[in-house]
């Protein structure tokens, strides 16, 4: 009997850990294989692949961003051979399973829930009497009728199979994201969350995945993130897992976590910001709204003060690189509510905020209390809403435009500097900056077109001077230096018309070889001779003392010539400033 277990990633660099799961726990008996494909793939080159491993049974891994695709590859395998065996399983089918049964008439069962278990037992009834019967947490057809199974109590995660023991993984782990789970479920009741569903929190073997993480460091995994929905849940095995990580990380090895910061205790972050290495840790955070009432409705406990008051130790501790979420259209969070929580989160400065959109997911208390609030979605995943009783489908798409800049302006940040300027001094909040310079973004066509480096900073000062902006040409300093600081190696054509002409820049140039001493000790180190210093420098002027701004962060008027040395040997620019 030949097994496939498969599924559809978003990105190539993801893996999927649920199907590594099932093969481990399904051996010696059942040798499984694994196929990985992405969303992005044709659905013929999947099929094609599919099918050339003549397999009796395949079993896709099935979530919401890979749900639809996942269905065009099942119908055209039953069309080319009817025989094969298609069993479902995964967040996305566990939920409305009927409905799922009578909906994808070429799925023949679905596995409902935690599946290594059952699969394995189902495995065991294909092979031999195909009595289905008693295979608990299954759905599946018995003459035209829909049989669904009850499920059985939850495994001892102790007892749980590596699922990293695979001599075929071993290529790709340097090149691909390591999932890792150290526990299944979530002490919270967030409505709009499938883990809210599973009561209780077990804890796999701490020994063994001590064990995995070594295993998977000495192959060459590089990232190495885990699933569990609050890492830090229990203070004592948060310390000794951080502990164990500073101890024997490799260099080069990162690890993410998903923290409720609210219950983080100061200790804990005092601990991290005294012995963690730089980059060796990332954590995410789902802040998702700081609208107590919104928060009440969904049975979310959070303590935004006490939020707040842990990201800014970290941020503080300059350890750890943090990724804040919120997400639009809770209950009875309005634009201009939602405009507060999104200040709120924003002065936090995270280096990366994600701004999502509330999906009404199979399952979760939201999805089932829907008209309480008047929300209308997408039939298909995944699901998102298209509005409800206090936010209009208008209002979603002017914050999809704050998102979209967002994610271009703040979280790839090509132009911190810039950035912080503008929603510091220039516009009345954060939001009204992203939104106007979205809405803008929107009406010149640009969402639908791609964008070079270049193309970013021509479009953001295209704005700014569209809206007349006060003090542009210190605006256009940072941009200037900003954009250097994105560069490895001298550009051929910057997004601005230098101010300087070519005499000008000669008669600087000729002064800095005279008297290397006004661009400082620094600069006199790297002893450039002037044939370096024609080739791989730029000169240029910004409309604010540069060495000021960056001792102070104060903007100080006074035009000052700046001199950009794009050494080949660092990963960024080298920046002076005349003395």
């Known amino acids: 009997m030949n097994i496939i277990c498969s599924t559809l990633n978003a990105k190539y660099i993801h893996t999927n850990i649920a199907i590594r799961y099932l093969k481990a726990y399904a051996a010696p008996e059942f040798n499984v294989q694994l196929a990985e494909y992405t969303i992005k793939d044709p659905v013929m080159n999947i099929v094609t692949d599919l099918i050339q491993k003549r397999p009796n049974i395949i079993g896709f891994s099935c979530y ?32 409305d399973v009927h409905d799922w049964m009578k909906q994808l008439e070429n799925v ?17 009834q294909l092979s031999t009497e195909n009595d289905f019967n008693n295979v608990p947490g299954i759905a599946y057809r018995k003459d035209e009728e829909i049989i669904i199974n009850p499920q059985q109590n ?30 299944r479920g979530c002490p919270f009741s967030c409505q709009f969350c499938l883990s809210s569903i599973e009561v209780g929190v077990r804890y796999f073997d701490r020994e063994k995945i001590k064990e995995d993480i070594r295993y998977l460091m000495h192959n060459g995994a590089k990232t190495i993130k885990f699933v569990d929905r609050t890492f830090n849940i229990s203070r004592s095995y948060a ?4 502990q164990f990580l500073i101890d024997e990380h490799l ?59 842990t990201v800014t130790m970290v941020k503080d501790g300059r350890k750890i690189a943090q990724h804040l979420d919120l997400i639009a259209g809770l209950p ?8 507060k929580t999104f200040n709120d989160v924003f002065e936090l400065r995270p280096e990366e905020l994600q701004l999502g959109f509330l999906k009404m997911l199979r399952g979760t208390g939201l999805r089932l209390t829907a008209d309480n609030h008047q929300y209308i979605y997408m039939d298909q995943s995944p699901y998102e809403i298209l509005g409800n009783n206090v936010l209009s489908f208008d209002d979603i798409i002017r914050i999809k435009q704050v998102e979209d800049v967002l994610e271009k302006y703040w979280n790839d940040h090509r132009m911190d ?18 939104q106007l310079f979205g809405s803008y973004w929107e009406d010149q066509g640009w969402s639908r077109i791609g964008h070079q480096l270049e193309d970013l900073f021509k479009r953001l000062y295209q704005f700014l001077k569209y809206i007349k902006l006060e003090d542009l040409e210190v605006v256009e300093g940072l941009m200037k230096y900003d954009y250097f600081l994105n560069h490895k190696y001298k550009p051929r054509k910057p997004w601005f018309e230098s101010k300087l002409d070519k005499q000008t820049r000669s008669h600087f140039y000729q002064h800095i070889l005279e008297q290397p001493s006004i661009l400082g000790n620094e600069y006199q180190a790297y002893n450039l001779h002037e044939r370096d210093l ?8 910004l409309a604010f003392n540069l060495h000021v701004y960056l001792e102070t962060g104060s903007i100080h008027k006074q035009v000052t010539k700046i001199l950009v040395y794009f050494d080949p040997t660092k990963e960024q620019a080298k920046i002076f400033s005349v003395k």
Do not use: C
Not at 73 to 95: C, F, H
């Open 534 to 541: 024609y080739k791989h420098t730029i000169v240029e002027e």
């Open 108 to 124: 023949d069962f679905i596995v409902i829930g935690e599946g290594e278990q059952t699969f394995k037992q189902l495995l065991t």
């Open 64 to 95: 919401i961003w890979n749900i639809e695709e996942t269905m065009k590859v099942i119908g055209m395998i039953k069309k080319i051979d009817p025989s094969i065996r298609i069993v479902l399983g995964g967040p996305e089918v566990t939920y």
């Open 417 to 434: 500097h810039t950035i912080e300027y503008l929603v510091s001094h220039a516009f009345t909040s954060p939001f009204e900056f992203f």
């Open 332 to 339: 009875e969070e309005d634009y201009h509510t939602f405009k």
């Open 154 to 183: 939850k495994l001892d995660l102790r007892d749980l199979p590596s699922p990293f023991r695979f001599e075929e993984d071993i290529s790709q782990l340097s090149k691909r994201v390591t999932y890792i789970e150290t526990s």
């Open 251 to 309: 260099p080069g090895t990162v690890f993410q976590f998903e923290i409720t910061a609210d219950i983080m205790r100061p200790e804990v972050i005092e601990f991290l910001n005294q012995n963690a290495p730089t980059g060796l840790f990332r954590f995410e955070i789902g802040v998702q709204s700081t609208n107590d009432y919104t928060n009440e409705l969904v049975m979310r406990k959070q303590n935004f003060e006490k939020l707040t008051r």
């Open 239 to 242: 310390l000794e897992m951080f």
